[in-house]
């Protein structure tokens, strides 16, 4: 099945006029900085999405985890993101030298709120910084610094919506085909089969730094 393409494109006068205005309370909760309740979240946090973009724009937004608080706060205006483990494509760090605008949201297991941060960032090799960030006798090779624009609690509606911490829910793993299935299917890899595939996924996730 396909679908036509070419949607009628809405302006931004439009979408607006759809939504309506934003109610005051929303705007006022946007702010320029860390607050403790902010910090309290980020040190709370194992998980975020960080949303970058190139020079001509073309968007990526990839996933960083670690332990509760592995994102640290330098001051107020800045946070640093470790960089550890990973595929080494390096999309964000090879966008944030093109354009340094940076979206980050992130996550508290539990918790249906999450907290949206926006701001301009750099990648650096910064020796004080990556001794910081040692996790379990390693030290990441990189970092991300984020100096801060925005910052703010979004809504739960949307996790509420989709029970995302509703451990019923992840039956829903069961029907997703294996990381091996997905690379055999996509690569095609001569000789690699979905189960050597997995079998180097399986290996791989044991040495997490």
Same mark, same amino acid.
């Given at each position: 099945?396909?679908?036509?393409?070419? !949607?009628?494109?809405? /302006?931004?006068?439009?979408?607006?006029?759809?939504?309506?205005?934003?109610?005051?309370?929303?705007?006022?909760?946007?702010?320029?900085?860390?607050? &403790?309740?902010?910090?309290?979240?980020?040190?709370?946090?194992? !998980? $975020? $999405?960080?949303?970058?973009?190139?020079?001509? /724009?073309?968007?990526?937004?990839?996933?960083?985890?670690?332990?509760?608080? !592995?994102?640290?706060?330098?001051?107020?205006?800045?946070?640093?993101?470790?960089? &550890?483990?990973?595929?080494?494509?390096?999309?964000?760090?090879?966008?944030?030298?093109?354009?340094?605008?940076? %979206?980050?949201? @992130?996550?508290?297991?539990?918790?249906?709120?999450?907290?949206? =941060?926006?701001? &301009?960032?750099? =990648?650096?090799?910064?020796?004080?910084?990556?001794?910081?960030?040692?996790?379990?006798? =390693?030290?990441?090779?990189?970092?991300?610094?984020?100096?801060?624009?925005?910052?703010?609690?979004?809504? %739960?509606?949307?996790?509420?919506? +989709? &029970?995302?911490?509703?451990?019923?829910?992840?039956?829903?793993?069961?029907?997703?085909? +294996?990381?091996?299935? @997905?690379?055999?299917?996509?690569?095609?890899?001569? /000789?690699?089969?979905?189960?050597?595939?997995?079998? =180097? @996924?399986?290996? %791989?996730?044991?040495?997490?730094?």
């Amino acid at each position: 099945m396909s679908w036509r393409t070419g !949607f009628r494109r809405l /302006g931004g006068a439009e979408v607006r006029e759809l939504l309506g205005a934003p109610e005051e309370a929303t705007l006022l909760k946007i702010t320029n900085r860390l607050d &403790r309740n902010c910090m309290i979240f980020l040190a709370h946090s194992p !998980f $975020c $999405c960080m949303a970058t973009a190139d020079g001509s /724009g073309r968007a990526d937004c990839s996933p960083r985890g670690d332990y509760p608080g !592995f994102v640290r706060v330098l001051d107020e205006r800045t946070i640093v993101v470790p960089d &550890r483990l990973g595929n080494k494509i390096a999309d964000s760090f090879g966008n944030l030298v093109e354009n340094p605008y940076v %979206g980050l949201l @992130f996550f508290v297991p539990g918790v249906v709120e999450t907290l949206r =941060v926006n701001g &301009r960032a750099y =990648v650096t090799d910064d020796k004080e910084l990556r001794t910081m960030l040692e996790q379990d006798h =390693v030290r990441p090779d990189l970092a991300v610094v984020v100096e801060i624009d925005q910052v703010y609690l979004h809504c %739960g509606r949307a996790l509420l919506r +989709s &029970r995302l911490w509703d451990p019923d829910m992840q039956d829903l793993a069961e029907e997703i085909p +294996s990381p091996g299935r @997905f690379w055999a299917d996509a690569a095609g890899a001569p /000789g690699m089969t979905a189960e050597k595939l997995d079998r =180097v @996924f399986e290996t %791989g996730y044991q040495n997490l730094y």
